[in-house]
Structures are given as structure tokens and as C-alpha cells.
């Protein structure tokens, strides 16, 4: 009977062991394009880790270092890090050998069994007991291997964060000196059109004008002036919703430069193939993958057996002991290999292999997302940098064209109509010149961030093996 046990228990295991050939999850290896769309500048990207800087706006500069500092979502994965930390050290604790202090005492009263008389006895012992697990076969440090590369993954996930905080952050101040230039603009075209409003009424009591155009003048000084609040609004909200990012309660937000003032940077777009370097993200992506793959590791191993080896030493003592205390110790090894645990092991090594596929396609739609970005804001660079231009030279020509209609007005060559439609269209041109010069600003920073934003591989918190 004893052998038929063994034979049994042999077959299971070799079975286990057969259980764990399964097919892996398709490759998520993904092949870089040679270039980019858009014709750009390449080459190893020198962006700074404080990429911000680069604007040379000491507040801006201010601004971020105060998020990074302040901001909840980086708290939250600072934290997250501390987390994934924590379990490595339980990991790596796991392949070292416990060791344990056990002391026990007290006194009893019991019937002897051979001669049939009460005894008294004041007893204890004092032990230490140590157990090691042998993983023979890696099981542990595989589980170890996995925790580390999780920790690796939550340390890139928070530059990931920082990095949008900090995009985020700047495209929410030049936002918020757009709308001041914004301000400007229809405050100097308001004043522009109260004067004119002025002039005109005093020409109609003079009895050089008509009700109509007085009436013309006083539209186009409301239609001005009912463009600010929905400008300043925007500030306010924009203001608001900064201070947030800044760990504040919503507030006024302190500006630098004037809008005017600001010069686009040059931006080298790094070749395709650097991408998967420069962008935490994706070597947040790829780390969870190697998780998954030492995991899978940990729980095929589970199918083999377990060889654990454990000894004790200490003292026992008792007052019926003429001898006491009594040194005691022991020394012994244990076996453990699953036989039948219907289908536990293999359904939790097909929730792993789950996970394993999906963190392949999750890293191949990272490294997807990643190229889509780059080519999006490069595009979107050359495009606006086009319209700016343009709009650029319409400005100039409707300001010459104001500056004309005002001239032939004076001289009574004009109509009232022909002013206040060329003033309108300028008003709006510059309107429009400022939000193309934001798209711009906009664009530069997003390609920034699309880039990596001077992150770079290795140069976060070190994780050792």
C-alpha cells in the first residue's frame, strides 16, 4: 500500500509538472517607423529634466516646483510607491530564514498515571526556532524578481504623473497670459470705441451726424465690451482650476512675462526608436510586462514541490526534574507537493497568463499611443506655425485698412459703416492672432511632454536585485 502511495504521488506531480507548458500570449514587440511624417529635426533628444525652464519665466519656474511639491495625484503615487516598496521587502524577507523566539510556563496540578497520585509543578521552556524554504525551484524568487520590477513600474508611474502635473501646469499659465493679452486687446479696442462713441455724439449735437450712425457707435461700444466677461470668466476659472493643481485653495495665480514677451523654443524631436527611452509611461508598461513574467514564474512553480528545512533549540525546566533545565533541540525537513486541489493551481496559472496578455497589449498600445502623440504635435507645429503667419499678415492689413477708413471718415470721403467694419474685423484678427500664438505655445509644450519631457530611463530611485 505504502508503494502504490508513492507511485500515485509521483504521477501527480509528474502531471503538474506537464500542466505548465502553456502557450504565451502574443509578442509585444513593436517596430519603430525609420522617421516621422512630418519633416523635423531628429536626433538624440537634449531636453532637461526641468524642461519648463526653457520658457524663462522665473514664475512659471515657481509654479511647477510648487505643484511637484504640493500636488495630490504625485502625493497619491508617491504613495503608491511606498507601497509597492513595502511588498518588496515582504517578498525578499520570504527567501530569508524566520526565526522565532518561543517561551511558555506556568504551574499545573495533574494525577500521575503510573502510581495514581497528584502532582504539583512550576514548568517552562524557552526555544528558538528557525525555518528556511529551500525554493528549489524559484518559486520565491521569482515572486521577489516580480515585486521589484512592480516597484520599478510605480516609480515610473509617478514621473509619468509628474510629468503631466507639470505639462499641465504650464499649459494652464500660458492659457492664463493669453487671456490677460485677451483683456488687453478688448480693453484698448473699448477705449478706442468710447472715444469714437464721443466724438460722434458730439458731431450729432452739433448737427454734423445722424441718429443712425450714434446708434451704430453705441452697439459696437456694447459688443466690445460684452467680450470681456466671458474673457475674465476663463481666467478665473483657469486661475481656479491651477490653484488646484498647486495643492490651493482656489485663488488669484501670480503671472511673470507678458504674453508678447514670450519666445517658442526650438524643440528636436528625438528619432522613433529613442521614444521608448525617453517616456515613462512606457517603461512603466514594459516593467509591468516583466511582472508579469516572473509571476507567471512563481505560480508554475507552485505546480513542484515545496522543501522546507526547520531546527529548534532551547531549555525546558520543571520542579519534578531533580535536573533541570533539560537542554533540548531538534532538526528536520518537510516535503510539501500538491496532489489534488481540483484545478486551484491551473486556474490561478490561467489568471496569471490573463494578465501576462493583457499587460502585452497594454505596453503595445502605450508604445501606439506614444508615436500617435509625437506625430500629432509635430504636425500640429508645422500647421500652426502656417496660420500664424498668415494671420500674422491679415492683422497688418486690416490695421492698415482701420487706419485708412478713420482717414477717409475725417476727411468725409467715408461712411461711419466703413470704420466700424474695418475696426470690427480688426478686433477680431487680433483676437484670432492671439489664440493662434496660444496653439502654438500649446503645441511646443504638448510635443514636450509627447517626448518625455527630458525624462529619461534609470534616473529615478534606484531598485537593486
Avoid at 24 to 37: E, F, H, N, V
Avoid at 148 to 162: C, E, F, G, K, Y
Amino acid at each position: 500500500m505504502r508503494r502504490r502511495d508513492c507511485l500515485i504521488a509521483f504521477a501527480a506531480l509528474l502531471s503538474g509538472c506537464a500542466r505548465v507548458r502553456e502557450a504565451l500570449p502574443p509578442d509585444a514587440r513593436i517596430d519603430p517607423p525609420a522617421g516621422w511624417r512630418t519633416a523635423a529635426h531628429t536626433g538624440e533628444s537634449t531636453l532637461p529634466a526641468d524642461w519648463w525652464k526653457i520658457f524663462g519665466d522665473p514664475m512659471l519656474d515657481r509654479l511647477v516646483s510648487e505643484a511637484l511639491l504640493q500636488n495630490d495625484d504625485i502625493a497619491m503615487a508617491a504613495a503608491r510607491v511606498r507601497l509597492a516598496r513595502a511588498q518588496l521587502g515582504q517578498a525578499r524577507a520570504q527567501r530569508l530564514p524566520d526565526v522565532q523566539l518561543a517561551m511558555q510556563g506556568g504551574r499545573s496540578r495533574q494525577v500521575n498515571p503510573g502510581f495514581g497520585i497528584p502532582e504539583e509543578q512550576t514548568a517552562g521552556e524557552a526555544q528558538v526556532q528557525v525555518g528556511f524554504d529551500v525554493d528549489l525551484f524559484g518559486r520565491l524568487r521569482a515572486a521577489s524578481e516580480a515585486a521589484r520590477l512592480n516597484l520599478l513600474a510605480s516609480q515610473h508611474a509617478r514621473d509619468t504623473v509628474r510629468l503631466a502635473v507639470s505639462t499641465t501646469v504650464v499649459l494652464a499659465y500660458f492659457s492664463l497670459l493669453a487671456l490677460d493679452k485677451r483683456i488687453d486687446i478688448i480693453d484698448a479696442t473699448a477705449r478706442v470705441r468710447q472715444e469714437q462713441l464721443r466724438t460722434e455724439l458730439a458731431r450729432f449735437d452739433a448737427g454734423y451726424s445722424n441718429a443712425l450712425d450714434l446708434a451704430r457707435a453705441q452697439a459696437e461700444l456694447e459688443s466690445t465690451l460684452q467680450l470681456r466677461p466671458a474673457v475674465v470668466l476663463a481666467i478665473s476659472q483657469t486661475e481656479n482650476s491651477l490653484s488646484g493643481l498647486l495643492g490651493r485653495s482656489p485663488g488669484p495665480i501670480e503671472r511673470g512675462a507678458d504674453f508678447d514677451t514670450r519666445v517658442l523654443p526650438v524643440i528636436p524631436a528625438s528619432v522613433p526608436a529613442a521614444l521608448l527611452r525617453h517616456r515613462p509611461d512606457i517603461a512603466a508598461a514594459e516593467a509591468r510586462l516583466a511582472a508579469s513574467d516572473k509571476t507567471l514564474d512563481a505560480v508554475r512553480a507552485a505546480f513542484l514541490p515545496d522543501i522546507r528545512i526547520a531546527a529548534s533549540g532551547g531549555f525546558v525546566g520543571s520542579t519534578l526534574v531533580h535536573v533541570s533545565p533539560v537542554k533540548v533541540w531538534s532538526l528536520g525537513s518537510s516535503v510539501l507537493a500538491p496532489l489534488f486541489d481540483f484545478g486551484r493551481l491551473q486556474s490561478q496559472q490561467e489568471a496569471v497568463l490573463a494578465e501576462r496578455e493583457e499587460a502585452a497589449y497594454a505596453y503595445r498600445k502605450v508604445v501606439l499611443q506614444a508615436f500617435q502623440e509625437v506625430e500629432n504635435q509635430l504636425a500640429a507645429n508645422a500647421q500652426f506655425q502656417r496660420q500664424y503667419g498668415h494671420l500674422l499678415s491679415q492683422r497688418d492689413i486690416l490695421a492698415h485698412t482701420f487706419a485708412l477708413a478713420t482717414r477717409r471718415y475725417q476727411e468725409g470721403y467715408a461712411s461711419r459703416l466703413d470704420t466700424l467694419d474695418a475696426q470690427r474685423n480688426l478686433l477680431s484678427a487680433q483676437l484670432a492672432l492671439v489664440q493662434s500664438r496660444l496653439d502654438q505655445f500649446q503645441s511646443a509644450i504638448n510635443l514636450m511632454h509627447a517626448l518625455g519631457g527630458g525624462w529619461q530611463a534609470g534616473t529615478g530611485s534606484a531598485v537593486t536585485r
